[in-house]
């Protein structure tokens, strides 16, 4: 079992930054691919950024290329997400998650999810 909490969601204004954090406790943290996804109402969940056990990268599509960072430190069993210029159209709730099957794009391939924090970009 895998327990992940998010932390450093919040208001910001446009073309404002904020880091993501999420901190895992139970299993061995470097097993695992992580990733970022996120959610704004009323629309399916959206794959941001994974990390797999060796620093292999993938980000989602061209909203978010170039603007975000994904990252890991194993030493402190802590994945992160770095948003620079951030757009209002980044507004939604973020979630981390845990899976054994390396970086994947796919909700389905994480078993393990964060409860989710909000991020809120104002024009």
């Known amino acids: 079992q895998v327990q992940l909490v998010e932390s450093g969601g919040g208001l910001v204004q446009a073309g404002g930054s904020l880091r993501l954090s999420c901190a895992a406790s139970?299993?061995?943290?470097?097993?695992?691919?992580m990733g970022w996804f996120r959610q704004a109402p009323g629309k399916e969940r959206e794959f941001v950024a994974a990390?797999?056990?060796?620093?292999?990268?993938?980000y989602g599509g061209d909203s978010v290329k170039g603007r975000f960072t994904i990252s890991r430190d194993n030493a402190k069993n802590t994945v992160y997400l770095q948003m620079n210029s951030l757009k209002p159209e980044d507004t939604a709730v973020y979630y981390c998650?845990?899976?054994?099957?390396?970086?994947?794009?796919?909700?389905?391939?994480?078993?393990?999810w964060g409860p989710g924090t909000q991020v809120t970009v104002s024009s």
């Open positions: 998650a845990a899976g054994s099957l390396g970086s994947s794009r796919k909700v389905n391939d994480y078993a393990y």
């Open positions: 990390i797999n056990w060796s620093d292999g990268i993938i």
């Open positions: 139970g299993r061995t943290f470097r097993n695992y691919g």
